[in-house]
């Protein structure tokens, strides 16, 4: 199984944040909500891309796949009060981020 800390290196930010919520966009203003999720992505991506390089992850892992949807699983379940319990973040794992051979 793929170690937890990498769904947490993932996850880690996905928070809302005053940046996250305004629509506000400029000069010496926080990043806008696509800014600050665009942002994000390429964070997790890259998350990914070294965990397939250290070979924590198989080498034809779909990185954008991986780094996008287990946090919209999250983000789902915290938006709409869902449970995010330990099953739940077993079933993440075991969907996108296989285990090794």
Same mark, same amino acid.
């Given at each position: 199984m793929v170690p937890k800390t990498i769904v947490a290196q993932v996850t880690v930010g996905s928070n809302p944040?005053?940046? +996250?919520?305004? +629509?506000? !966009?400029? %000069?010496?203003?926080?990043?806008?909500?696509?800014?600050? /999720?665009? !942002? &994000? /992505?390429? &964070?997790n991506q890259v998350v990914? +891309?070294?965990?397939? #390089? &250290?070979?924590? /992850?198989?080498?034809?892992?779909?990185? #954008? /796949?991986? +780094? #996008?949807? %287990?946090?919209?699983?999250i983000w789902h379940h915290a938006l709409y009060g869902l449970p995010m319990d330990d099953d739940f973040l077993d079933r993440i794992l075991n969907m996108f981020l296989p285990a090794r051979p």
């Open positions: 944040t005053p940046s +996250a919520t305004t +629509a506000r !966009s400029g %000069p010496g203003l926080r990043p806008g909500p696509i800014a600050t /999720l665009h !942002s &994000r /992505l390429r &964070r990914v +891309a070294s965990a397939i #390089e &250290r070979g924590d /992850l198989p080498a034809d892992s779909d990185v #954008e /796949l991986i +780094a #996008e949807v %287990p946090p919209a699983l």
